[in-house]
């Protein structure tokens, strides 16, 4: 199968790259196509004829996307539709991803969020993605978009940063006030997979992996699993953002996402547990 993978040397695209290495892959960094020109983007994907484009390009900086003006929305908003009128023209499925931050994140912790719950963006990262979205929706109907959150894999992510400064130091700040769902890029590109294989409806799915957490109990079970030493405090967000005296774009405090739609279709996560101790096996680590 011809499959053309979009912001190939990001992190969750070396994971798809490797997951669906038996297929016929082009894969573009952004010299080779940026996704924001809509030109260039439709004459290549019409002269490689893919049957399936996986967008994993992406403006991901959270904090940074305050400030940095148009482009986020350009790679975030204007992108994927670029991609989806492509797509649509050569009667390619596309595959697009998204994340919990398109919600605002206030539901009591008891609560998940299913595909159709009104989205409520409150950051410019979270408001441009879920302009992707709807950019993807608008230009075709042969599409798969899905939801993630807490990515980590091959690239700076929250589980190589903790592992760093658990070495290093002694004691820790750690957010325990926020909740949501760690996702080993090699488990979503597992759904990836499975999604092309048994051709599952079209539409929007939810995909990390299974149960929840905060930042800091994932963090004590970084360190559990990986025998650091190193104290663990929780904090909430206002004290965190106190004690780095930093600004930041602001968090969700409940950004689960429920998985039972893409049960429906026969596909099952890994519990994040299993899926962090797998990471860290392959990071040498444990
Ligand atoms: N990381 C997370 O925690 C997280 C959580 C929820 C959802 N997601 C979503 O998951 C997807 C994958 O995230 P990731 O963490 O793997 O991202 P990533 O590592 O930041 O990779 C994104 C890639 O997109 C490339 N890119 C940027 N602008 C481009 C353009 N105009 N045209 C083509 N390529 C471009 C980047 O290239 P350069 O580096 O050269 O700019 C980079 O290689 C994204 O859609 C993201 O929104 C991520």
Known sequence: MKILITGSNGMLAKSV?????????????VEELDITNEEAVLKFV??????YIINCAAYTAVDKAEEA???????????P?????????ADATLIHISTDYVFNGDLSIEESYKEDDKPGPV???GKTKLDGENNVKANT??????????????GNNFVRTMLKLGEARDSLNVVADQHGSPTYAEDLAEIIKKAIEKKIPYGIYHSTNE??????????????????????????????????????????????????????VGITVPDWEDALKRYLIKEGKM
């Open 17 to 29: 790259r490797e997951k669906l290495k038996d297929n016929e892959l082009i894969c573009t960094d």
């Open 46 to 51: 019409d002269e490689l004829k893919p049957e």
């Open 69 to 79: 003006g148009e482009i986020v929305e350009k790679i975030n908003g204007d992108g």
């Open 81 to 89: 539709g670029n991609l989806a009128k492509a797509a649509k023209k």
């Open 123 to 125: 950051t410019v990262y």
């Open 141 to 154: 109907d042969k599409y798969y978009i899905f939801r993630t959150a807490w990515l980590y894999g091959d």
């Open 211 to 264: 149960g929840f957490t905060t930042w800091y109990d994932f963090t004590k079970a970084i360190f559990e699993y990986s025998g650091i030493i190193c104290k663990v405090n929780p904090v909430t967000t206002e004290e965190y953002i106190e004690l780095m005296k930093i600004t930041q774009a602001k968090r969700p405090h409940n950004s689960q996402l429920s998985k039972e739609k893409l049960k429906t």
